[in-house]
Nanobody, 119 residues
Framework: VQLQAFGGGLVQAGDSLRLSCAAS????????TGWFRQAPGKEREFVAA???????NYADPVKDRFTISRVNAKNTLYLQMNSLKPEDTALYYC??????????????WGQGTLVTVSS
C-alpha cells in the first residue's frame, strides 16, 4: 500500500487547511485510516481516525476543530483543519490499519506533509 499525503503549508492562526491522502494498492473501504502528527522535538501523536463504516475518533486537542473524512471511490482520505493554532504546527502523516477498525498501530504510513501555523 502506498500512501501520499499533501496539502500542508504555512498559514496564520485561525486559518483553515485541508490535507489529503491518496492511497494505492489497497481499497480504502477495507481499512481503517487516520492521521498522526509529529511536532518538532516531540513524539508522533494520534490526531484522528475513521473506520470502515465511517465512525470517527479524535484526539482531544483537535476535537471540534478538525474533521476526518474519506471518499472510498477515490481512495482518498481528508483532514479538514479549522481554527488552526500555532501548537498545531507539525509534520502530518496519513496511515492505514490492516483491519476495519483503528486498533493498535497502523500498518502503512505515508510521508509527512508539513503544516506550519504562525501566530
Amino acid at each position: 500500500v502506498q500512501l501520499q499525503a499533501f496539502g500542508g503549508g504555512l498559514v496564520q492562526a485561525g486559518d483553515s487547511l485541508r490535507l489529503s491522502c491518496a492511497a494505492s494498492g489497497r481499497t480504502f473501504g477495507n481499512s481503517a485510516t487516520g492521521w498522526f502528527r509529529q511536532a518538532p522535538g516531540k513524539e508522533r501523536e494520534f490526531v484522528a481516525a475513521i473506520n470502515y463504516s465511517g465512525s470517527t475518533n479524535y484526539a482531544d486537542p483537535v476535537k471540534d476543530r478538525f474533521t476526518i473524512s474519506r471518499v472510498n471511490a477515490k481512495n482518498t482520505l481528508y483532514l479538514q483543519m479549522n481554527s488552526l493554532k500555532p501548537e498545531d504546527t507539525a509534520l502530518y502523516y496519513c496511515a492505514a490499519w490492516a483491519g476495519l477498525y483503528y486498533s493498535g498501530s497502523p500498518r502503512w504510513w505515508g510521508q509527512g506533509t508539513l503544516v506550519t501555523v504562525s501566530s
